[in-house]
């Protein structure tokens, strides 16, 4: 039985749709990324399988019951919000015993999820003092205070330097493998994603649009992409996307993506230095290989860029 199983989700806020028959399983032990613009439906979604929004129509199972106003099913679950927010005046442990007792756990819990985080340093800290890094890993630390199965993060890394990002995206990989936590992180940030995510949703307004394991994604839809490098890429692009050969094309300011035929890699490179002739473009360089994971996105939702549709 997966942990999350979602069905066919509907959600409006008046007339506008956040969640449009959105389906998403979730197994255990696994690290799943939720990915997608800022409005894609995300946060939405999360809101529902946490039981905070009822949705408008379709089915959501966490730990096998609906989590609609199930306080036993939010004792199995932690969550960490994008912007958290704690008593600032208490201290790290002060502040971690208190919902030690509220979950009717033993005191020593934690300075345990402390130690987990690399904070047991910092415990008699106030909160107040605490780093941005130290406070998102404090957000994970109380968590993690239930014992949970599963952790809910919601734009973790949102607002971090690349270094604090790094260290939390390493506790998450640790807390998986050491600990046994599956996770489900919902990002915007996708190379982070790529780098301890072993599953995607691929999801755009309101709908998933691609779900998987990554390599069976890459396989999919990032096999055959070509990438170049180009001085006048729109003109470039308008000539590619003739060739009978072209599966997906998309462009931008730093140059063009191209999915080809399989098998037709040569006759797609001798074609492309005809037409950047024929529009008297420069030609800075050709890679071919696996997408990126903003690569993927690109291909599976057919934008321009991220969040903005062509």
Not at 56 to 85: C, M
Not at 179 to 184: I, N, P, Q, R
Not at 252 to 257: E, Q, S, T, Y
Request: charged fraction near 25%; aromatic fraction near 6%.
């Amino acid at each position: 039985m997966p942990l999350i199983l979602a069905e066919n989700l509907v959600k409006s806020y008046g007339k506008v749709k956040a969640v449009d028959g959105l389906s998403l399983t979730l197994n255990e032990g696994s690290v799943t990324g939720l990915i997608g613009p800022n409005g894609a439906g995300k946060t939405t979604t999360i809101k529902m399988i946490l039981g905070l929004l009822k949705p408008d129509s379709g089915r959501v199972e966490v730990f096998g019951q609906d989590p609609w106003d199930n306080p036993q099913i939010r004792t199995l679950i932690g969550v960490v919000h994008e912007k958290a927010f704690f008593p600032s005046h208490q201290k790290a442990i002060d502040y971690l015993r208190r919902a030690c007792r509220i979950f009717g756990v033993p005191d020593r819990r934690a300075m345990e999820v402390l130690r987990l985080v690399g904070l047991q340093d910092a415990s008699d800290r106030a909160i107040k003092a605490l780093s941005a890094g130290m406070l998102q890993k404090f957000a994970i630390a109380h968590a993690l205070v239930n014992y949970p199965r599963l952790v809910i993060a919601d734009e973790m890394t949102a607002n971090l330097d690349p270094q604090a990002r790094s260290a939390l995206l390493d506790l998450v990989l640790r807390l998986n493998r050491d600990e046994g936590v599956t996770f489900l992180l919902s990002s915007h940030i996708l190379p982070e994603l790529s780098r301890v995510c072993d599953s995607v949703a691929i999801i755009n307004r309101g709908k998933v649009w691609a779900f998987g394991k990554l390599t069976e994604l890459y396989i999919k839809y990032g096999a055959g992409i070509i990438r170049i490098s180009t001085d006048k890429p729109e003109e470039l692009a308008n000539e590619i996307k003739k060739l009978s050969f072209i599966e997906k094309l998309e462009a931008d300011a730093r140059g063009i993506f191209v999915k080809v035929t399989s098998g037709k890699e040569e006759e797609f490179y001798e074609n492309a230095s005809k037409l950047a002739r024929k529009v008297k473009a420069k030609i800075h360089g050709i890679e071919s290989g696996s997408a990126s994971l903003e690569e993927l996105y690109r291909l599976v939702v057919g934008e321009n860029k991220f969040g903005e549709t062509t």
